[in-house]
């Protein structure tokens, strides 16, 4: 294993793309009532996990007030609910659509 070289010397302008590490987990559980396979209920639940480059984070700190940041997320026709961090993120009901989730981060939260 390398030696890291510390965080890599990031600016970030008002319409750069910000890089990020997602990582989507989903669990599937399945809940039986006795031997009858057709009351069988199926709940899946899905969690996002963000995580954003060292230097982006210095980024935010260093330059109050930072530029807004929001992400899409598309295919959203099946989901039934979201439960977002209500301290960091809210939807943005303006720029989301039918299968679209956008959303927007609180900047002086993050």
Same mark, same amino acid.
């Given at each position: 294993?390398?030696?890291?070289?510390?965080p890599s010397p990031l600016?970030?302008?008002?319409?750069?793309?910000?890089?990020?590490?997602?990582?989507?987990?989903?669990?599937?559980n399945a809940y039986f009532?006795?031997?009858?396979?057709?009351?069988?209920?199926?709940?899946?639940?899905?969690?996002?996990?963000?995580?954003?480059?060292?230097?982006?984070?210095?980024?935010?700190?260093?330059?109050?007030?930072? %530029?807004?940041? &929001?992400?899409?997320?598309? #295919? $959203?026709?099946?989901?039934?609910?979201? +439960? %977002?961090?209500? &301290?960091?993120?809210?939807? #943005? $009901?303006?720029?989301?659509?039918?299968? +679209?989730?956008?959303?927007?981060?609180?900047?002086? #939260?993050?």
């Amino acid at each position: 294993v390398g030696s890291s070289r510390g965080p890599s010397p990031l600016t970030i302008g008002m319409a750069d793309i910000v890089p990020l590490a997602l990582a989507f987990t989903e669990t599937i559980n399945a809940y039986f009532r006795g031997h009858d396979a057709t009351k069988c209920v199926v709940r899946t639940v899905g969690n996002l996990m963000m995580s954003f480059p060292a230097g982006v984070v210095r980024v935010f700190t260093e330059n109050p007030p930072p %530029a807004l940041l &929001s992400f899409r997320i598309r #295919n $959203t026709s099946k989901w039934e609910e979201v +439960i %977002a961090n209500s &301290s960091i993120l809210s939807k #943005n $009901t303006t720029q989301s659509s039918p299968g +679209i989730h956008t959303y927007e981060f609180n900047m002086s #939260n993050l």
